[in-house]
């Protein structure tokens, strides 16, 4: 098991860490818990919650924050970036073929029933390219780390990612909290990230627009992640509205305030594809804004991420993103893939089914731990009903091993313990640049031995620090 | 600014405002209740009338007793008008505009609703009562401290204000409806004392009642009382006051969009209808009719203040 701050023969830490460990070691533990619920009161007070659904009085709870940063020293950090920039090229390349040329599909490279038949390709994009040429403006690549120099792709998330609230309000929490350890480290900044964004939604605009008006477009208050919502429209200075107050003027998508309407030209949606256009996608939706899709059509309006980017971070398709990324980059991918079984090829259903207990199985389409099953953890109960929902259903579900996850310690009654963590970066996309915040969002899995890290099933977060030098 | 976030802010106000006027009518109830042997029976069915919900009242509890009165009040969560029902609706509203909301505002917000949530999580006992009653409508004053001292005083102030004083006249105009007999001439022949107590308890309830006892040298009337509630302007909760506070933020808003509203026009002849009747003697009011007629106009008001800016 690899431990980022204590797998190392010195007994003085990593490198990244050693000036942490020694701070750590001149703190008070009841000190430390004490600001430890500081920061807990400060995030109810504040209100950053979050909704869990199914839980019927829709209670909204924190997200445990972990006071002990992740730290990735900058050749570490330099390297991921790269392959993830890498990888979001190949991403926006494959979207433009997709829905355009279709090369990939005859290059024989990803079958096409593959393509048609999954539920997160819009015949609807066909022919058409987004203003600007771009497909997803925000990406989150999840990554994971096994050892030293291992580090995988576990998915992207071209779709909606979220999770960059977190990655702020960490940041800002620390900061608050210990000022004084941010003077011994060169920690790169982050906040410039709802600039950044900001800047990046704009540069799709069509120049002869002087002062673009962007809207972050949330499902409500209601919704998982309207904290993040309402963070980000605010950092932006921008409106943030429902689908309920938009409606299309003249081929315009415009707002209604109280003293009119307004013209927009950029929609930050928070929603999924579903539910932005009754009259284009599902009727039944009561979040969307009539004809707002033949706006975007016409070129009228920027949506980010554009409608059908799922197709590329869909967990069927994940397993070709080797293949993708040599295809439209014509290089070697800088970062692995997790080795994938799709079930639905009978050969690896076969493998997966006789080694169930040794993997993770997930479904394809299934999205913030739900519905999966971690083999090694499974009661012998669990792994046969898993096995009876395998074998009527193989398409739904993809297999990967069970890797083990790097640890970082967290704060616990008796001092540091080490826990599984995983960890997110959030990418921006514009016409002629991609910028990776050096930073990211780590999730850390707060029961003992535990690899779930979602903070739907208690996962917990940790600011995450890239070094200057 | 959307017309949506508008309709948030407006009711916002609006909720936090009819909680902090329901906790105090409780308090100022419970004062009067307290020295009495009926537990102010009367007093208490008043207030589940007003808001018709006495049949709730009956199904959630065996039978009238002040506590029960006092929790149905503050607590229970099928009752649209109880404090914690009414919170969390100014919350929820609070929250869908939090990016229109200082930080200060929205914390004072928040931590109202997460202190109320707590206090009122079991059954209040009589022991706690004055000091859960007391946090509630701090809760209220520190959100209007925040507003006043933190926010742009905009468009955004406005529709908060305007919620606030809708309903804030709404509240003195059922207060007083529900006392006006006992305010009328003949009060006399029903009996001095008693009427006296009903008096202070509605004063007490609008947070009156050492005001108008110091301006009159404790000599208070019925009519003085219908005077001070209906048309003093030195008074923050009088009807004047709150027209005047109306029609103050409607004119913000139509020099602001450069319209003209409807809402205004109705606001002012409110404002001026007033100030005709106070030039009449009060004793020839007929006063039901005139604070039924009230009532209906200042409903009516709300509703053309939503249709004028687009507030959904």
Known sequence: MFDEMLSDQSHRGREPYRKLLSWLENQDLKKLSKKSKMAEELFRRVGITFNVYGNEDGEERLIPFDLIPRILALDEWQKLEKGIIQRVVAINAFLQDVYNGQEIIRAGIVPDELIYTNPAFLPQMCGFIPPGGVYTHVVGVDIIRTGIDEFFVLEDNARVPSGVSYMMENRSTMLHMFPELFTEHNVKPISNYPKELFNSLISCVKTDIPDPNVVVLTPGIFNSAYYEHSFLADEMGAELVQGTDMEISNGQVVIRTTSGTEKLDVIYRRVDDDFIDPLSFDSKSMLGTPGLFDAYRKGNIVLANAPGAGIADDKAIYSYMPEIIKFYTGETPLLDNIPTWKCSDAESLQYVLENLRELVVKEVHGSGGYGMLIGPAASKRELSSFARKLKSNPSKYVAQPTLALSTVPILTKSGLAPRHVDFRPFVLVSPDTIKVTPGGLTRVALKKGSLIVNSSQGGGTKDTWVLGV | ?312
């Open chain 2, 1 to 312: 600014m959307l017309g949506r976030h508008g309709n948030n802010l407006f009711w916002m106000a609006r909720y936090l405002e009819r909680s902090e006027n329901m906790a105090r009518r409780i308090q100022a109830v419970l004062h009067h209740s307290l020295s009495r042997e009926d537990e102010g029976r009367e007093e208490w069915a008043e207030i589940i009338a007003t808001s018709e919900l006495a049949h709730l009242f009956e199904q959630k509890y065996d039978g009238f007793s002040m506590m029960n009165a006092i929790n149905f009040l503050l607590r229970e969560r099928q009752n649209l008008n109880s404090v914690i029902t009414l919170i969390t609706k100014s919350r929820q509203n609070g929250r869908a505009v939090r990016t229109s909301l200082t930080q200060e505002v929205w914390m004072s917000l928040n931590e109202t609703w997460i202190s109320s949530e707590a206090l009122l999580r079991r059954p209040v006992n009589i022991h706690d009562l004055p000091i859960v009653l007391e946090e509630i409508i701090k809760g209220s004053s520190l959100f209007r401290g925040a507003l006043y001292g933190t926010m742009l005083h905009n468009d955004i102030f406005n529709f908060l204000r305007l919620g606030t004083y809708v309903e804030r006249a709404d509240n003195t105009l059922r207060n007083v409806y529900s006392k006006y007999h006992r305010l009328l001439p003949t009060a006399n022949v029903i009996g001095v004392s008693e009427s006296q107590s009903q008096w202070e308890v509605m004063l007490r309830s609008l947070s009156a009642w050492r005001s108008l006892n110091w301006l009159k040298k404790g000599r208070i009337d019925p009519f003085s009382v219908a005077d001070f509630l209906i048309f003093d302007q030195r008074m923050p909760r009088s009807i004047n006051f709150c027209y005047y506070e109306v029609v103050s933020n409607l004119t913000d808003l139509a020099r602001l969009y450069k319209k003209e509203y409807k809402s205004l026009d109705l606001a002012r002849t409110l404002c001026c209808q007033l100030k005709k009747d106070r030039a009449k003697n009060i004793h020839r009011i007929d006063l039901r009719y005139f604070i039924t007629e009230h009532i209906i106009k200042n409903n009516e008001l709300g509703s053309i203040i939503a249709d004028d800016f687009n507030l959904i």
